[in-house]
């Protein structure tokens, strides 16, 4: 999972790269992880439910904690 800054200084967005259209947002690091936890579960079952992949459960999952990723401007 990764968790980044957003320009909200309370906001975190949070994804997971395994875990296609999962995605979601916290006030902190810790509320990014608790809502996650819970929100993947249910996103696993939804995907299972519509007969589409669900990623093998990873055994060793990482949490990478960093600032939001932004497009250079171009021009």
């Known amino acids: 999972m990764v968790i980044e800054t957003t320009k909200a200084p ?23 992880i608790y809502q996650a936890k819970w929100g993947m579960e249910e996103h696993s079952a939804l995907l299972k439910e519509r007969g589409l992949s669900v990623p093998a459960v990873n055994p060793n999952p990482a949490v990478t904690i960093r600032n939001e990723q932004r497009l250079a401007a171009t021009g």
């Open 10 to 32: 309370t906001f975190f967005g949070f994804y997971s790269p395994d875990l296609e259209g999962f995605t979601g947002v916290g006030h902190s690091v810790e509320d990014c």
